[in-house]
């Protein structure tokens, strides 16, 4: 009989759990399995909820720990599977004009890692430490993968002019 | 990143991407199960590893101790002792069969802690005393099963003809060493005493520390033959024995254990007879005889700081009853001799009625010429074990320094002692 995860866990879960699955489809795409990587997150998390539940944000650490599963996920199927990413989304061109300025067009055509780190700090609100280990790279990398996404995405979204030079801080 | 951007985004993804929640949910649990059947298979494993390992240490340390203790414990008119960290390579053990003519060992082993330990085996002739060696015959390989064997010792005739090289692996050589075939009893021959026409091997099928193994004493024809079983002796189950030929008729056989018994044959093997030892005898160490009347019995009991306390007892008859000579502890003991405390002894040879010889893992050998009541260092170098040491007559012996693998000569009965080739 498999173990019932306490109600708080139960809580979290269903408080999060969709969050997290959208971002690693935002910023990986399909390839990652976006939900077996957050179950395989959530499975941990429950191991130790004792001292996560302690924490002003558990889901951080749910996050790091799913980016993580699922840059492997991504990894080994693409070693196997040279789909292209994103695979599921629809292509229609009606939604294409209306799409155009919303910014998931403009996160399309950003390179993987600037994508999953913009994604990472404005969707999932994370901080650019734990950006960094997520994506197992230095701060100042995340910094400086975040201004170069930043700044191709002004070029994506000219009207924007709102972009804050602050928000990699 | 704009608000409305972030909001969009998640409008976006929302309306393409709806992950499960409830499938998640089971999903989750499934593998929180699956991550705790994999955690207790990992602490099950560790747990086994972890007594399998401490299982090993409790069998393997004890035989690995007990393994060294019996190389402490061959007495026989040749004395011989072993390295404990191994043998050294070079001459490792002589026989001579008078002042001038000799056999040596020359071994060359390749030692590992957990490995099979390869030797590589040959016979040394001299004929000047000791001062130089020629190799006779072939370099025979042996494999040791394992770091624990025996090492090789050797024993002849005294026409140099006959001989064998035994241990945890017996050759015979009828050819003066020049060709070896695989002889002897089978098992661990932990002694092999050449006299006369007959050759006796005590044989232990089993390695020591083994529980419920008993040693079988054989003889076969010097000259060549089969070994049989010398059904009259005591089977010892006892690991370390010592068996002390004094002639082809007169033999002793005892354990180290404090079982407290001495045996004795006076009719070549096919009857022995039993003797208590000295009832104070806390643990039998080594036997030393020239002859039936007269034996010496070193006796010890360890103690603290490679220091160990001795009592040395002298038999005229047979082992039958036993006089206290010598002690660490004389006060409490009138009209005995004082035997040093320091040292652990190595050896114990009886040279001429009245002289004794006692090596030491340390330090200096002392020597006794008034049967074993007064002691005096000889005048061999202080530094490091004798490993062997073996006399053809009351003047002439050798000595293997295992410091400096060399040999040591001697013809005053070993007051002074020179150098006679070194390794």
Redesign the interface.
Known sequence: MAPTPDHSFEQFFEAQYQGICRALWLGLGDTCEPEDAAQEAFARAFLRWGALSRLERPATWVFVVAVRQAMRNQRRRTRSITAPVWATEPQQPTEDVALRLTGVTALRQLAPRQRLAIVLRYYADLSVRDIAKAMSCREGTVKATIHSAQDRLRTLLPDDRTISESDNA | ??DH??A???????L??????SN??T??????????RARLSVSLVLVVGLVAALVTVAIVVPGQNAANAARYLRISPTTRIVELSGPSNGLSDVYFADSTHGLGLDQQCRLSSVADTACALAIARTNDGGRTWKRVGATLHVTYPDSRASYPFIDFVTDGRDGWIYGSMTFVTHDGGRTFEPDGPGGLVMDLSIMGNETWALSRPCTPGTVGCSSTLFSAPTAGGAWMVEHGAPKLEYPYLQLLRTSPKDAFLAAQSTDGTLYSTVDGGLSWASHPLPPLCDQLQHLTALNVHSVWALCSAATPNDSQSKELYHSVDDGSTWALVSTTSPTLVPDVGTLPISGIVTLLNAVAPDRLLIGFDQGPPIASTDGGRTWAPQGLPTSGRVGQLTFTDAQHGWAILLANDALYRTSDGGAHWSMAASG
């Not at chain 2, 999903?27 to 705790?36: E, F, P, Q, T």
Request: hydrophobic fraction near 40%; avoid cysteine; charged fraction near 35%.
């Open positions: 990143m704009p951007v972030i969009r985004l998640r409008d976006r993804a929302s393409s991407y709806r992950p499960d929640v998640g949910l999903n989750v649990r499934a593998r929180i199960a699956r991550h705790k």
